[in-house]
């Protein structure tokens, strides 16, 4: 069955002082793969800056925009459409081959293969007494332990907006047992990868309409790498696997590979910023 | 070329020309006044004000004492007075590094000389026994300055953005000099009933533009009002006038800007509009109001300035 | 002509526990020293005072300076230079010249290697850890294929001649290594100073660095472009190697840019020039990897240009060193480079690695901390000559704060027997007469497709202050002329 989404990303930005040579970059635009098909993009700004499509370091579609002139408001909007195959999320083939799938953890290939989501990260750093918060039962399958860190990364972390920000580590944000979806994303893929499994940061965007928490803002999950078997996504805000409700952008060691906007900009004084999601879904034939 | 090398290599020139002008204003003004045929001219209050008045910073109170040390400081090795020699030459040599790879090392070698004689200039001596040797040097090196750009520069675009900061300060100096004497003639007449006409204040003039020689050459008298206004302003032919300056910046435009269509939006109409009402402008228009006439050719100046900036430095 | 006590070789100390360059064992002056020995002999102290003045005024004058903040007024200083020129004979330059090339070679290779197969680490040669774990690796260069396949198209090579005599490399620089000019401008010097000396000598000439790196650095243009245009990035003037950013641009004929004058559309690089934008194809840049581009690296800088990377990525613009490049100069690479020489070229390495404690495995660092006093110190990641802290320099104190900080982060740090590095005959000011210095010399290799080339000169630097081994201008280290003699 196909599912076709509207996506509707806005953002605002109020500057105190006049803005000068300012350069954005968005990384907003689902990407395409074999449940993703785009139908169509459209990006507007409040200026009718001309907009560039790129790529960031990673090779993921990026929108970037450098207006010429001096302001102090500007506001963009993109609206995203396209079709998502609805799969089930377990849909793969569970046999017992779990001993072997650990072994192949610990291999050197396998290790240098998944170098850059088995190592740490500013913002999936653990302290010494926090690595052994959740680990692994050898008796289980490296899935079901997956499940299980899941579930665990739900129940440890209370959603709460308030709580933490771009700047809150994730050693304060353990501390305090609250945070968003990317605190919960970041616990999550920190002790995945203390167990040995690599596992990335995914941003993106949530349909709500079944009541998950998403903010209306941009969601953030976790892909983790099962020997033989391939990324599978989780995600822990939800204590859920990823499902056609997920509508993927980027993925990344953690947040800084994919925060949604970045901005250069020349300007003391204060600054607003507003954002907002929309994503709308209608069954399709 | 880069604009923004382009921008300072236009800065580097108004600078290089801008402290001559200063120096020699400070050098001519202050030993002519030893000797002035009146009392006022020869007041030494009365100088320090021209000097003051000339770099844009007039006394308001009219009852303040000059200290003539603290003037002489001030405008000339003051590194927190922004007009003082040692300021410009300071800029004009940050204008040089920023472009070091496109001027030769000869410019490049005599600014940094320059920059460091005057950095280490005693601004003891300069104010006791200094001022001549110290402005007498400043216009020298400014000489050998002018020399090595035009003799050691490829005659091309850096050389037409260079000479345009020069040509474009110098007619803007040289109308500043204008102002402050034609003010000092004012002051000297009003107390004393000399006739403005023949003032003193004139030779001053025209020595402070290094005119002198060429005009009493020229029109074989005794400076007046008409004449030295008329040489300073309207002859093309001395190298320090107005019409001189236009002549070349319109000439440098050219290079930079070869096109020969009509457009009025480009720097090189703006120049040439500016020139032509010049060339066919006659003394006696300008005298009958002097004052209106320097805050328009100011004006003129600057717009030239401001539209080569948005169309060749904006970066 | 002085008489023999003005000789300003007279009153020369030789301490026979060093190796001093002009001298054989037993005393006597090197063959290749004897002239120019004989030569500055004939000056009497007066003379060679007054040359020095003379020689460091043509610097000052020429603007080939540096500047020290200061608490009012910044100062200008030029780079300490000695009169006293170092000889190289041929057949020793022939093994430097060859060594650097296959160091240069060799890690390129290793870099391409990492970036994307790691078979030198597949095959457990070196550790997987030691790569990612460099805060100079690069995640976003995996995979990618740098124009040309090159990766260090630059390489300052710093060598040491030790007290058996021989040549060891101290440290490959193939981030943005500096110094060249002023190779250039010491000869400039040299000559200004006493042309004479040079009748008696063959030396190869040094003006022909700039004109080489052009010419390689375009074997390595971007695909689909004929006739490329190179620049310079440079941070900007205040920068300390400004002159050197200048003087290269100067000299390649190119446009010295700064982050600000450039500007990224469509994937493309331009330059913002007085009759438009022109597009640039090679970028000799002189700008850390983390400020090459703000969207990509860090936020703050204010020297990049927007969107460089993608541009990048996209194989638009050539960057030369490649992003990425300093994992490879990371001081623990440095210990695997034997090992990395023969894995690629299948070579022995030409010119010696100084031996190496990593204090990342435990028993190395057992020893290091029980033989701290007989071994130098280094962090593995600070550039420049910080943080180094010699063994048998330090007092008791002292080497408790080492010993500390090496076992809380054993990753930070490696070990080296403390080298002696060889000394030669340097005007010291405050004395007015020749001492024995410690030199180093730091050799400049370019690399490009199917074309290397490696400055017949190099720039030899002296530790200024007496018995430092130090020898970085940072550190208040000077330099002299190098000749490389021809046959």
Redesign the interface.
């Known amino acids: 069955m196909f599912l076709e989404y509207t996506i509707v990303y806005k953002a605002e930005n109020n500057y105190a002082n006049w803005v000068k040579n300012a350069h954005w970059q968005f990384l907003i635009i689902p990407e395409q793969n074999e449940t993703q098909k785009f139908i169509s993009t459209d990006f507007k700004n409040s200026l009718n800056t001309k907009i560039e499509y790129s790529i960031n370091g990673y090779g993921f579609k990026t929108i970037r925009l450098h207006p010429k002139i001096e302001f102090k408001q500007i506001s963009f909007e993109a609206s995203f459409r396209l079709i998502k195959k609805d799969v089930n999320p377990f849909d793969f083939n569970l046999d017992n081959h779990t001993e072997n799938h650990y072994k192949k953890l610990i291999e050197l290939e396998f290790q240098i293969e998944f170098e850059r989501f088995l190592k740490k990260s500013n913002y999936t750093n653990l302290s010494d007494s926090q690595k052994r918060l959740f680990i692994f039962d050898k008796s289980l399958s490296i899935f079901d332990n997956l499940q299980n860190l899941n579930q665990w990364t739900f129940n440890y972390l209370f959603f709460n907006a308030e709580a933490t920000d771009v700047n809150t580590k994730l050693s304060e944000i353990i501390a305090m047992q609250k945070g968003v979806c990317q605190d919960f994303t970041h616990l999550f893929c920190a002790l995945a990868r203390q167990n040995g499994i690599p596992s990335r940061y995914v941003s993106g965007y949530l349909h709500q309409g079944n009541g998950f928490f998403g903010d209306s803002q941009m969601h953030a999950w976790a892909e983790a790498y099962i020997p033989e078997i391939g990324w599978i996504g989780f995600d822990p805000t939800n204590n859920i696997l990823v499902n056609s409700n997920h509508i993927k952008v980027s993925h990344g060691k953690d947040y800084s590979d994919c925060a949604p906007l970045k901005g250069i900009l020349n300007t003391l004084g204060a600054n607003k910023t507003k954002h907002s999601v929309q994503v709308l879904r209608q069954q399709q034939q | 070329m880069l604009a923004r090398v382009a921008n300072n290599l236009f800065w580097m020139g108004r600078y290089i020309e801008r402290s001559e002008h200063i120096a020699r204003y400070l050098n001519v003004n202050y030993f002519s006044s030893l000797d002035a045929p009146n009392t006022k001219s020869q007041n030494r209050q009365f100088v320090l004000r021209s000097m003051l008045f000339m770099v844009g910073t007039p006394e308001k109170d009219e009852n303040k004492i000059l200290i003539e040390q603290d003037v002489l400081f001030q405008i000339g090795l003051d590194c927190d007075s922004p007009y003082s020699i040692i300021n410009n030459i300071r800029h004009a040599r940050e204008n040089a590094n920023s472009a070091r790879d496109l001027i030769s090392t000869e410019l490049y070698e005599s600014i940094n000389k320059f920059y460091h004689f005057v950095l280490n200039y005693s601004s003891d001596a300069f104010v006791k026994n200094g001022l001549h040797d110290f402005t007498s040097n400043v216009a020298e090196m400014t000489a050998i300055l002018r020399g090595k750009i035009r003799g050691t520069l490829l005659h091309d675009d850096i050389y037409a953005i260079i000479m345009m900061g020069v040509n474009i300060e110098r007619a803007t100096q040289i109308i500043r000099i204008i102002n402050a004497k034609y003010n000092d003639a004012l002051i000297a007449r009003g107390s004393y009933g000399d006739k403005i006409n023949n003032s003193f204040e004139w030779t001053t003039l025209l020595k402070c533009a290094e005119s002198y020689d060429m005009m009493r050459r020229f029109y074989k008298k005794t400076p007046t009002t008409i004449s030295t206004l008329e040489f300073l302003i309207l002859n093309p032919n001395c190298p320090r006038s107005i019409m001189n300056s236009l002549n070349q910046v319109y000439g440098h435009i050219k290079i930079l800007d070869p096109s020969r269509a009509y457009d009025k939006s480009t720097t090189a109409f703006l120049i040439g509009k500016v020139r032509a009402e010049y060339q066919y402008k006659y003394i006696e228009e300008i005298e009958e109001n002097i004052q209106v006439f320097i805050e328009n050719i100011l004006q003129n100046l600057n717009e030239i300035s401001e539209k080569m900036e948005k169309e060749f430095f904006n970066y | 002509m002085g008489t023999v006590e003005n000789q300003i070789f007279s009153s020369y100390e030789r301490n026979p526990d060093l190796y001093d360059e002009i001298y054989k064992k037993h005393g006597e002056i090197k063959k290749v020293y004897k002239k120019l020995f004989e030569l500055y002999g004939e000056h009497s102290i007066e003379d060679y005072v007054n040359l020095n003045t003379k020689a460091k005024s043509s610097f000052?004058?020429?603007?080939i300076t540096f500047q020290v903040y200061g608490k009012k007024e910044t100062q200008e200083k030029i780079f300490p230079f000695d009169l006293f020129p170092r000889i190289i004979a041929p057949d020793e330059w022939e093994v430097i010249e060859k060594g650097a090339i296959q160091r240069s070679k060799a890690l390129n290779l290793f870099l391409w290697d990492i970036y994307h197969d790691?078979n030198i680490?597949?095959d457990?040669i070196v550790p997987?850890d030691l790569i990612?774990?460099s805060d100079n690796y690069l995640?976003?260069m995996?995979g990618f294929d740098p124009p040309g396949g090159i990766y260090n198209h630059i390489s300052g090579t710093d060598i040491i001649k030790h007290n058996d005599g021989k040549y060891y490399v101290l440290e490959d620089n193939i981030r943005c290594p500096s110094g060249v000019s002023y190779v250039i401008s010491n000869r400039t010097a040299l000559k200004r100073a006493l042309f004479g000396v040079f009748n008696h000598y063959q030396t190869y000439s040094v003006t022909n660095y700039a004109e080489n790196l052009l010419d390689i650095l375009e074997t390595t243009k971007p695909k689909g472009i004929d006739i490329p245009i190179t620049v310079v990035l440079t941070p900007?003037?205040y920068n300390s190697a400004?002159?050197e950013h200048?003087?290269l641009?100067?000299t390649m004929g190119v446009?010295?840019?700064?982050g600000?004058?450039l500007?990224v559309?469509?994937?493309f690089v331009y330059?913002?020039?007085?009759k438009g934008l022109i597009k640039v194809d090679i970028i000799y840049r002189r700008v850390d990897d983390a400020f090459l581009d703000?969207?990509?690296f860090n936020?703050d800088s204010a020297l990049g240009v927007?969107?460089l990377?993608?541009a990048y990525?996209?194989g638009n613009v050539t960057l030369a060193n490649a992003p990425g490049t300093g994992v490879a100069d990371d001081k623990a690479v440095y210990t695997y480079m034997p090992q990395i020489i023969k894995y690629y070229l299948d070579e022995e390495p030409i010119l010696n690695n100084v031996h190496t404690y990593h204090c990342s495995r435990p028993d190395e660092l057992k020893y290091v901390l029980e033989h701290i006093n007989e071994l130098v110190i280094k962090p593995v990641d600070e550039a420049g000559g910080y943080g180094i802290s010699i063994g048998n320099r330090l007092t008791s104190e002292e080497i408790e704060i080492v010993k500390k900080q090496v076992s809380e982060s054993p990753r930070k740090y490696v070990a080296q027997p403390i080298m002696s590095l060889s000394v030669h005959p340097t005007y010291i000011e405050e004395s007015q007469s020749f001492e024995q210095r410690h030199v180093d010399l730091r050799t400049f290799t370019i690399l490009g497709q199917n074309k290397d080339f490696v400055l017949k000169g190099g720039l030899t630097r002296v530790a200024l202050k007496k018995g430092n081994l130090i020898v970085n201008s940072s550190q208040g280290g000077g330099s002299k002329d190098t000749w490389v003699l021809k046959n």
């Not at chain 3, 000052?60 to 603007?63: A, S, Y």
């Not at chain 3, 330059?271 to 007085?274: L, P």
């Open positions: 000052f004058n020429q603007g790691k680490i597949k457990g997987l990612i774990s995640d976003q995996v900007g003037m400004f002159y200048s003087y641009a100067k446009e010295l840019v700064e600000r004058d500007v559309e469509n994937d330059m913002k020039t007085i703000p969207l990509e936020p927007p969107g990377f993608a990525i996209k």
